[in-house]
């Protein structure tokens, strides 16, 4: 069995500043781990992946994240925040041989001027 | 090459009705998963078809069914709808279905029970 914990329901940061978003993730297998993105009233869009190649993923519009196996996280970051990334994040663990998905339950990022 | 594609975009049913959603996936995709999105649950799985072949299930009632077609397109029904029905579902699609995969999503059919 799978399971994802992102600690953060809401996160709020001025625009220029660094995004910190935290997930922890369980699982049986060694994990497939992604981030998406969902903007208001649209579909999901995937920011980055791990598949157990590189520990340090780098995902889309700056975005990256890093796998630690001894801390069962994988956290995003980006250095500087835009207002374009406001939106929802969600953390998601891929199940043990297929792809079944299995996803936190968000963080909704606010970025002020 | 063009996106998931999902219709209608937009539904309002009464309750008791039946309703289906279609999905188109990526070309060349044969992976089709759909997922319920709610407030109060947030993203559930529901299903994932390969190849006209349901291959996992996640803890939905059997109300909610769906079916594949040869040329990878893919259908959800959901019978006897309950206002809890009510949510945007949405079908991700895939190559293979592996685990490594990344999965696309639609923008989603938003269902409305009343």
């Known amino acids: 069995a799978q399971s994802v914990t992102q600690l953060d329901s809401h996160v709020s940061v001025s625009e220029g500043t660094p995004v910190l978003l935290r997930c922890n993730y369980s699982s049986s297998y060694s994990p497939s781990l992604f981030w998406y993105v969902q903007h208001p009233n649209k579909g999901l869009q995937l920011l980055l992946k791990?598949?157990?190649?590189?520990?340090l993923v780098k995902g889309i519009n700056g975005f990256e994240a890093e796998f630690k196996k001894s801390e069962t996280s994988f956290h995003l970051t980006k250095p500087s925040a835009h207002m374009s990334d406001a939106a929802e994040y969600f953390c998601v663990v891929s199940g043990g041989t297929a792809s079944k998905l299995t996803f936190g339950t968000g963080t909704r990022l606010q970025v002020t001027l | 090459k063009a996106g998931v594609t999902q219709t209608p975009r937009y539904l309002i049913k009464t309750r008791g009705q039946q309703v289906t959603l279609s999905c188109s996936p990526i070309?060349?995709?044969?992976?089709v998963s759909w997922y319920q999105q709610t407030p109060g649950q947030g993203l559930q799985f529901l299903f994932e078809?390969?190849?006209?072949?349901?291959?996992n299930k996640g803890n939905f009632p059997g109300r909610f069914s769906g079916r594949q077609f040869s040329n990878s397109r893919s259908e959800m029904n959901v019978s006897t709808l309950e206002l809890g029905d009510s949510a945007l579902y949405l079908c991700?699609?895939?190559?293979?279905?592996?685990?490594?995969?990344?999965?696309?999503f639609g923008p989603g059919t938003r269902l409305l029970v009343l």
């Open positions: 070309s060349g995709h044969r992976s």
């Open positions: 078809y390969f190849s006209e072949t349901q291959r």
């Open positions: 791990y598949t157990s190649a590189a520990t």
């Open positions: 991700a699609s895939s190559s293979a279905g592996s685990r490594e995969e990344t999965q696309y």
